[in-house]
């Protein structure tokens, strides 16, 4: 059975245009929570929450449970490395960050095509394999957000390094040839390899379907929520060892604990239920955005990009006569952050994009949509 993990890139917020603004009060709570139901899995890295997410969780977990309570992950931000002496110096920082003397697990932080050319011009699989051998490390892997073509190429070489892979899975993604998740699954079991799924919901997306869907999903499976059917999914998957989940409340934490405590995969009713579903939500979303942020991260004008692109995808599944009501939200979010008409087409927010999103090209359309009338 699958077991479910914490993801921290997706903490809660006093404030919810500063990302470092956790709310560690409420944070406690859910690590309390997490704990008590039998969990123990945290997933952090070194750039999420703009590096908070690593001392957030030493502040909520390490500081207030012995080491033998939890499992840490976290990850070597290869975007950011420009010398191998960076290597050393970032797993350091981590390691005070998070207040630990080893990872139970860590990663080559999201192997794309120009970072991982980074990580072997500066041998960071073998920098880590070092780190493993003095027990720095007890199980060493990698995120990546491409094809299997791509994954198979990579384990090749590194599969005597490798541990364990973190995929991107979800329903919608399943077959899309984007993301190609039922392959790469297919590769890490060719391989041997356990999975780690992130985005199970695709950054809540799959949380908030179309009522159409939730209907479905209420009549077929009564009681359970949109979101668990996502985890349940994940979670089916044969070669899957953990499901990752952002959860930002307490409520969204007992709904998965809910679902996973007590797992039961999708039977063959459900699945069919689900392809219908599928295609409903399929058609309703403009921008399939996960959220994670790291095209803001990269934005030299400050665009708040996903949310746009949420309050975007708002105002085309429920279209209106004269001013979209959508557009006051995001008037709102330009007293802050730059216009999607500010765009100076860098491209640097589509070199950081997990989902390979044409973003400057979709910036005019929510510009098109909000500012011109």
């Known amino acids: ?14 404030d919810p245009d500063d990302q470092t603004s956790i709310d560690m009060d409420l944070l406690k709570a859910m690590v309390d929570e997490f704990l008590a139901a039998g969990f123990d899995y945290f997933d952090t890295a070194y750039y999420y929450h703009r590096n908070s997410s690593e001392r957030a ?34 797993f350091d920082e981590q390691l005070g960050n998070c207040g630990v003397d080893y990872f139970d697990n860590y990663l080559l932080h999201n192997i794309c095509r120009s970072y ?48 364990f892979v973190q995929l ?6 399943w077959d899309n040839p984007d993301t190609d998740a039922r392959r790469c699954c297919e590769v890490c079991e060719s391989y041997g390899l356990p999975v780690m799924v992130m985005e199970p919901v695709k950054g809540g997306a799959l949380a908030k379907v179309p009522e159409s869907v939730e209907r479905m999903f209420s009549e077929t499976a009564p009681g359970m929520s949109s979101a668990s059917w996502a985890m349940r999914f994940a979670g089916g998957i044969g070669c899957v060892e953990t499901v990752l989940s952002g959860m930002t409340d307490l409520e969204q934490m007992r709904d998965n604990i809910r679902t996973m405590r007590c797992f039961r995969s999708l039977d063959a009713t459900e699945m069919e239920v689900l392809e219908r579903a599928k ?34 995808n708002d105002a085309v599944g429920t279209p209106s006569k004269g001013l979209p009501p959508q557009r006051f939200y995001y008037l709102n979010l330009t007293e802050t952050h730059g216009r999607a008409s500010d765009c100076i087409g860098c491209g640097r927010c589509e070199d950081s994009c997990p989902q390979h999103l044409p973003i400057r090209e979709l910036l005019k359309d929510v510009a098109k949509r909000f500012e011109v009338f």
Do not use: W
Not at 65 to 70: G, K, L, S, V
Not at 132 to 155: A, P, Q, T, Y
Not at 293 to 310: G, L, M, N, Q, T
């Open 1 to 14: 059975m699958a077991d479910l993990g914490f993801g921290l890139m997706r903490l809660p917020l006093r």
């Open 168 to 173: 991107q899975v979800n329903y919608l993604d």
């Open 116 to 163: 991982y050319a980074t990580s072997e011009r500066l041998d960071t699989f073998g920098f880590l394999k070092g780190k493993k051998d003095e027990g720095r490390i007890r199980r060493l892997g990698f995120s990546i957000h491409d094809n299997s073509e791509f994954l198979g190429r990579v384990l090749e070489k590194h599969v005597e390094d490798t541990d």
């Open 57 to 90: 969780i030493r502040e909520a977990l390490v500081e207030r449970y012995p080491r033998d309570r939890f499992r840490l992950a976290t990850k070597m931000p290869i975007k950011l490395l420009e010398t191998e002496k960076q290597q050393a110096e970032v």
């Open 279 to 312: 295609a409903i939500i399929n058609s309703s979303v403009a921008v399939p955005c996960t959220g994670c942020r790291y095209c803001v991260d990269e934005c030299p004008k400050s665009i708040a990009i996903p949310e746009f692109f949420s309050i975007y």
